[in-house]
Nanobody, 124 residues
Framework: VQLQASGGGLVQAGGSLRLSCGAS????????VGWFRQAPGKEREFVAA????????VYAGSVKGRFTISRDNSWKTLYLQMNSLKPEDTAVYYC??????????????????WGQGTQVTVSS
């Protein structure tokens, strides 16, 4: 499955953005999907994920309560609603997917399919 992320941009601190990730070739049914981000000079870090079948969600502590991950009913689009954005949220955001679920869902290496990334910049 191929993924394409969009929706990034420049926003002031306290603002909101909604990222989207579309799947081409097939639906994401059976896949666990998530978002990671990577700031300059830093490693790629886990943001949020949705588990296949149950659609239960998990979040990094740094975004919990501010970000919401969701998927549409057709299982072809993944979203990340980001509210109360902070300058430290500035990064390239990547959507990703894997068949099934991994207890190591927070590790980038557990995912096979990646989108191209979309830049999010939060000004202070």
């Amino acid at each position: 499955v191929q993924l394409q992320a969009s929706g990034g941009g420049l926003v002031q601190a306290g603002g909101s953005l909604r990222l989207s990730c579309g799947a081409s070739g097939r639906s994401l049914s059976g896949y666990s999907v998530g978002w990671f981000r990577q700031a300059p000079g830093k490693e790629r870090e886990f943001v949020a994920a949705v588990r296949e079948r149950t659609s239960s969600t998990v979040y990094a502590g740094s975004v919990k309560g501010r970000f919401t991950i969701s998927r549409d009913n057709s299982w072809k689009t993944l979203y990340l609603q980001m509210n109360s954005l902070k300058p430290e949220d500035t990064a390239v955001y990547y959507c990703t997917a894997r068949l099934g679920w991994s207890v190591h869902y927070y590790k980038p290496g557990e995912y096979k399919n990646w989108g191209q990334g979309t830049q999010v910049t939060v000004s202070s």
